[in-house]
């Protein structure tokens, strides 16, 4: 899957992140604990590594850091609860980059990536790129903030 992923746009995608040289860097958003071990995998890393190795952009696995347990936000119904959920969500760990292309599986609300976003800009990174694999669209969230 994520090959296919991958695979479709990489290329467009990474034009202008090429001419970016070493400051670009694919930064996923870390799976929670619980999650992670329930997976056995981050999806989000497998995505970054292939682009990585598609694009040449290097992958900081550890820029991004969850600090502690939240919810699912497939369990909440509403971007204000989804927005809370992940407050204080995540920290900085090593090496942001400059430009940080952040990536994430599925964007439904945003609240995650505007979460860590914030934490990334609050750690140095100059410009931060939301770069996600799918976009739901659910009734009950579209719009309410």
């Known amino acids: 899957m994520a090959e296919l992923i991958a695979a479709e746009g990489s290329q467009e995608l990474f034009l202008d992140v090429s001419r970016a040289g070493s400051c670009a860097g694919l ?7 619980q999650r992670l071990k329930e997976r056995g995998f ?15 952009v290097p992958l900081h696995r550890r820029a991004l850091l969850a600090t502690g347990i939240v919810r699912p936000q497939s369990e909440l119904n509403s971007a204000k609860s989804r ?9 900085a760990g090593a090496c942001v980059p400059p430009i940080a ?12 990536l505007r979460e860590a976003a914030s934490t990334l800009k609050a750690a140095g990174a100059e410009r931060v790129v939301a770069v996600c694999a799918a976009r739901a669209v659910t009734a009950d969230l579209r719009g309410e903030r």
């Open 42 to 56: 981050n999806p989000v890393i497998e995505i970054g590594a292939e682009l990585a190795a598609r694009t040449g």
């Open 101 to 112: 292309l952040l990536l994430d599986d599925v964007l439904t609300t945003g609240a995650t």
């Open 83 to 91: 927005s809370e959920n992940v407050r204080g969500a995540f920290r």
């Open 27 to 33: 930064v996923p958003i870390p799976s929670q604990p």
